[in-house]
């Protein structure tokens, strides 16, 4: 099993401009998560999902969306990058929901936003 | 609300030296889980160690122990014997158990010097 994958592990982008950080994974988890990690913040919840077509907002949503149209994959999009958004992005997956199960993290992709 | 607090931001000790990070939590659930994650200078993120409310029983894994204690909303971890290989930025977490939610803390960076 890869486990939890992302792509890509680095990306500058200029302020303005819109991309997908990709999420995968291959446990058959039903649970998805998306965190930043900030300097002295620990890692935020942006969005998760409990399954195929069910999504929700985390701690701090706003300029991003997501989607889960498989089990396996979960992106993450800002629409409307902006140098606030400049972070590490982990995307993470459970058996079950986050508040009973383990989360599997993966590698993360450093974004800059210029 | 759900909030972690790790008051320690970094440590630094000698090798064999015994270290104790803590975690201080506050919930009102009274179902939760607990969770250290470590974070080495790779980057990615590691599972240690989840606990329910339920279980105020201490766990012991080779060098790493965690006390946890309801009536100070504390969980904290000790490294015994600490190397050089421990040095990374370890993070407490918790999630209540109606919730899909997961609070990090901020993070305490450990630091082992030879």
């Known amino acids: 099993n890869a486990g939890v994958t992302q792509t890509p592990k680095f990306q500058v982008l200029k302020t303005g401009q819109s991309m997908t950080l990709q999420c995968a994974q291959d446990?058959?988890?039903?649970?998805m998560s998306w965190y930043r990690q900030d300097p002295g913040m620990g890692l935020r919840l942006i969005h998760y999902?409990?399954?195929?077509?069910?999504?929700d907002q985390g701690e701090v949503p706003n300029g991003y969306n997501v989607s889960r149209s498989t089990t396996e994959d979960f992106p993450l999009r800002l629409l409307s990058a902006a140098p606030s958004q400049t972070s590490v992005y982990f995307c993470?997956?459970?058996?079950?929901?986050?508040?009973?199960?383990?989360?599997?993290f993966g590698p993360g992709t450093r974004l800059t936003v210029l | 609300a759900q909030k972690v607090t790790q008051a320690q931001t970094e440590i630094s000790v000698v090798e064999k030296e015994d270290v104790t990070l803590d975690c201080v939590y506050e919930?009102?659930?009274?179902?939760?889980?607990l969770f250290w994650y470590k974070q080495p200078p790779s980057g990615e993120l590691v599972f240690l160690i989840r606990?329910?409310?339920?279980?105020?029983q201490n766990e012991i894994s080779g060098r790493y122990s965690w006390n946890f204690q309801k009536s100070t909303s504390s969980f904290n971890f000790t490294i015994t014997a600490s190397q050089v290989v421990d040095s990374a930025v370890y993070f407490c977490?918790?999630?209540?158990?109606?919730?899909?939610?997961?609070?990090f803390g901020a993070g305490t960076r450990l630091t082992v010097k030879p």
């Open positions: 999902s409990v399954g195929a077509g069910i999504t």
């Open positions: 919930t009102r659930d009274t179902t939760y889980y």
């Open positions: 606990r329910n409310s339920f279980d105020e």
């Open positions: 446990m058959n988890h039903e649970y």
């Open positions: 993470a997956s459970s058996q079950t929901r986050a508040a009973q199960g383990t989360q599997y």
């Open positions: 977490a918790l999630s209540e158990g109606g919730g899909n939610d997961m609070r």
